[in-house]
């Protein structure tokens, strides 16, 4: 199988965990990692599986990262995962009364984003 890591960071932070993805994923599969600045949506021809990560501006996806995702045809011919990067907390960690708060403020719109697209 042919993997492609794509992803979209400001602090790095995101290229980290991108990197690991790639690193795991390269165990058993060929696998590419791109940065989004080196990247178009025909670049993903010819891969099975896409992940595609971005840092979260706004409460969701990095505006460039909503571009090229919605760029991508409807139906494509490989599988795809996204994941996103923010220090606010989750919605179940149960250290921090405002949690749930927090992180829909900041972070939750990202997992919408995602799911529209997948």
């Given at each position: 199988?042919?993997?492609?890591?794509?992803?979209y960071?400001?602090?790095?932070?995101?290229?980290?965990?991108?990197?690991?993805?790639?690193?795991?994923?390269?165990?058993?599969?060929?696998?590419?990692?791109?940065?989004?600045?080196n990247?178009?949506?025909?670049?993903?021809?010819?891969?099975?599986?896409?992940?595609?990560?971005?840092?979260?501006?706004?409460?969701?996806?990095?505006?460039p990262?909503?571009?090229?995702?919605?760029?991508?045809?409807e139906?494509?011919?490989?599988?795809?995962?996204?994941?996103?990067?923010?220090?606010?907390y989750?919605?179940?960690?149960?250290?921090?009364?405002?949690?749930?708060?927090?992180?829909?403020?900041?972070?939750a719109?990202?997992?919408?984003?995602?799911?529209?697209?997948?």
């Open positions: 199988m042919r993997v492609l890591v794509v992803y960071s400001e602090t790095s932070n995101t290229e980290t965990v991108a990197e690991g993805i790639r690193e795991e994923a390269s165990r058993e599969h060929e696998t590419d990692l791109k940065s989004l600045d990247v178009t949506v025909e670049d993903h021809h010819g891969y099975d599986f896409v992940f595609i990560g971005s840092a979260c501006h706004d409460s969701d996806l990095a505006r990262m909503i571009r090229f995702l919605e760029a991508i045809p139906n494509p011919p490989f599988s795809m995962a996204g994941f996103y990067t923010h220090s606010a989750t919605r179940d960690d149960q250290r921090f009364k405002r949690s749930e708060e927090v992180f829909d403020k900041w972070a719109r990202g997992l919408g984003t995602f799911e529209e697209v997948c």
